[in-house]
């Protein structure tokens, strides 16, 4: 799909972005011809569009690649990704730690923090290791519950996950301030229905609170 690193640090920058020019993306040194050729190779893939402003964007099979272009095309855009969910609640207080999202798909939208389940690892181990390292915040996770998310948006597939939810108490506020500048914040109360929020924030609040060990399956129209 994607046949040279031109074109996967097209998808990949195009990733952190609503949309940029021409000139953002091409490479310093680069001709305007050459460029134009791998642009032209995703956009005939689907992976990117033209906006009437000029200006390039990813369409939503794009956004289901997003930053993941850089990296060996090991799953298909129809499968779901797999990811851990990892909500952190401050010990004795409805304060929780959440993360506004700084690549697509979804971007800027606010959600729990996410980690990347590895072969080598037990899933609780990976989201402590995740969490020190992503706010510097030092806790133990147990498992929710687990299931199936589909976002929509306009019609077109925009992100398809499996998670496995994971819940930890923090017995700290303690944020690195490489975490706050990277997304991360405490919110006191938050409206997980907020139009801000990820759609399905209600869902795995409910998880964390009310329901744990559930499995869910759901689909979401933005």
Known sequence: MLDHHIQKSIV?????AESLRFSDLKPDGMENKAFTYHLKKVMNAGLVQKQDDGHYSLTMKGRRVGKGALKKESRLLDRAYSILLLAVRNIGTDNWLLYKRQTQPLL?????MQAQPVAET??????QQTCFEQTGIQTEFTVQGHGY????RAGELESFIHFTLLLSDAPTEALLETAVSAGY???QTPNFASPDMLPNMQILHKMCVDAPGSFVEETFEL
């Open 122 to 127: 037990d899933a609780r181990r990976t989201a």
């Open 108 to 112: 800027g939208l606010t959600g729990f």
């Open 149 to 152: 998310f589909r976002v929509y």
């Open 185 to 187: 914040s405490w919110q």
């Open 12 to 16: 990949y920058d195009l990733a952190f």
